[in-house]
């Protein structure tokens, strides 16, 4: 009876171990330096509205985190946030409101990405490869002041929430004999003359010397991208936010 608890005991113990040897959590923040160009136009039932991009320069924060758990059949899971500013000049007519003459508008993008991955390969010959989808929440909130003697009708502020689903691949080497990653991640969908893309390539050095939590820089380069191009749509969008980021890693 003894040599049978024992088994239990010392099975459990390593099986515990190999569980939580198989589940990996990381974190990650930092900063975007995001560099904006594009435009957008709106044309419904007789309106006629643009929006033209002083391809404004700001930095923004992003944080993201990384679960992975051994359950086959269970996604993982990663989550990121990260905001999109820019600012423009609108003028014309668009859903909500009617611009005679110009005004300045800038506009706030907070974006939640939600997930859920399969892990096909795990460091296997130094490489990791997941597969899966993204939904990629967007909170626009927008603000404009009038230009000169223009006018307007309608909201000058105003808000809208969007859920945008994508694809999604990521792709790591660990470069052998080093603490060196080289990572590159892509969310894409595409419909018609219409796409969506969320690209990012990076290299990051793990500081290898603590035994629980292992810190780590990352610094790599970010393209957004929306383009929409559909002849029944009323609002047709082609911006793009790309630039370098630099952030910290925390992986346990």
Known sequence: MKNILKLLMYTSVITVMAIADMTRVEVGAGSWLQDTKGSASYSDSGADGSYTSNEYDSSKAYIWALIKHPIPVVPNLRL???????????????????????????????????????????????????????IKVIDLSYDMTLVGASTATGDLKGSETIAIPLLYARGRFEVPSTDIGIEADVKYISYGDSSVYDVRAKIDYTLDFMPVIQPAVELGYRIQKVDIDESDADANVDLKFSGVYLGLVLRF
Request: overall charge negative; aromatic content about 16%.
């Open 80 to 134: 990121e946030y990260v905001g999109l500013k820019d600012e423009g000049v609108v003028s014309g007519q668009f859903k909500d409101f009617d611009v005679t003459g110009t005004a300045n508008m800038s506009y706030d993008m907070k974006q939640y990405d939600f997930i859920p991955y399969y892990n096909i390969l795990d460091n296997t010959a130094w490489i990791t490869l997941d597969l899966g989808v993204d």
